[in-house]
């Protein structure tokens, strides 16, 4: 295995360990998450979502003042935002709502935090269809364009996540507190 090949897999699997850690307690120690499990599987996923578009985020600043490690797996830890946020999404349909359209028409209208996650998914979505090598080759100079979406995609999930919290709004504020930095960072360069 070639080290180019080696760092890859690296990046996936400890990516990939907020979900293997949360299915295994899940399945093997549920009593280890709390006393509602599927809220805790819930918000961990929600957060890694937010967490891996931040991470998405910070590839190009990073890039700018010399560290160049994330940049070759840049498209890797949007998708893995995108992973989370579709096990965000189905932890409430399946666990949260057990599949009831009835709470989920209920709730996207009732609950404008839940609306706002939905658009927000969406809009990733969009930016997951559009990632791949071959799309970005069809898309031409309108893919720069389509991926300026992560811009209102990460404003959507920190919206979501400010409407949402429950004890303390701390977690929300820091966490807007470093987007802020991350476009204001970008604004000030297109700026100058």
């Excluded at 989370?84 to 404008?112: C, M, N, Q, V």
Aim: charged share 15%; aromatic share 14%; with cysteine.
């Amino acid at each position: 295995m070639t080290l180019k090949r080696l760092k890859w897999w690296s990046v996936f699997i400890v990516c990939a360990l907020p979900f293997l850690i949360g299915t295994y307690l899940y399945l093997f120690n549920p009593r280890q998450l709390g006393i509602d499990p599927i809220e805790v599987l819930l918000e961990n996923a929600g957060e890694w979502a937010l967490r891996f578009l931040l991470i998405t985020l910070c590839v190009s600043p990073l890039k700018r003042i010399g560290v160049r490690f994330f940049s070759p797996f840049r498209r890797m830890l949007g998708l893995y935002a995108f992973f989370y946020a579709t096990l965000h999404l189905l932890t409430y349909t399946i666990g949260w709502i057990s599949l009831d359209l009835t709470t989920f028409i209920e709730d996207i209208t009732k609950r404008p935090f839940i609306y706002l996650g939905m658009l927000s998914w969406l809009v990733l979505l969009v930016l997951a269809i559009t990632s791949p090598k071959a799309m970005v080759k069809k898309l031409k100079k309108n893919w720069v364009k389509v991926h300026m979406l992560i811009y209102p995609a990460i404003l959507l999930v920190w919206v979501h996540l400010w409407l949402q919290s429950r004890a303390s709004a701390l977690e929300a504020v820091i966490y807007g507190a470093i987007i802020l930095l991350l476009l204001g960072e970008r604004l000030v360069r297109k700026v100058r």
